[in-house]
Nanobody, 127 residues
């Protein structure tokens, strides 16, 4: 079992940067692939990025490619989403998630696949 806690959200202007962190507790973190999702009111949770157990491979939704970078540190049990050149459409509540899976990152894009979730952190980008 793992538990996830996000931090690092906030408010920035267009073009700004934020770094989200996901602290993970549990002895088996290295067995879990991680994902990042975001949600706005009235909409379904949207896939942002995923990363393999080892951190060796990552996958991004098209709208964030080249701007966001996902990473993880299995020793310190931490996941990170670095967000650069933020746009107003990036606004939402961001969640980190984990699933005990060996599937490739490009197959872990649905929120229904993930079994563990953080509480979410708000990101607001103003124009």
């Amino acid at each position: 079992q793992v538990q996830l806690v996000e931090s690092g959200g906030g408010s920035v202007q267009t073009g700004g940067s934020l770094r989200l962190s996901c602290a993970v507790s549990g002895r088996t973190f290295a067995l879990y692939s991680m994902g990042w999702f975001r949600q706005t009111p009235g909409k379904e949770r949207e896939f942002v990025a995923s990363i393999t157990r080892s951190g060796g491979d990552a996958y991004y939704t098209d709208s964030v490619k080249g701007r966001f970078t996902v990473s993880r540190d299995n020793v310190h049990k931490m996941g990170t989403l670095q967000m650069n050149n933020l746009k107003p459409e990036d606004t939402g509540v961001y969640y980190c998630a984990a699933v005990n899976s060996r599937q490739p990152t490009e197959e872990l894009t649905s929120h229904t696949q993930y079994t563990h979730w953080g509480q979410g952190t708000q990101v607001t980008v103003s124009s």
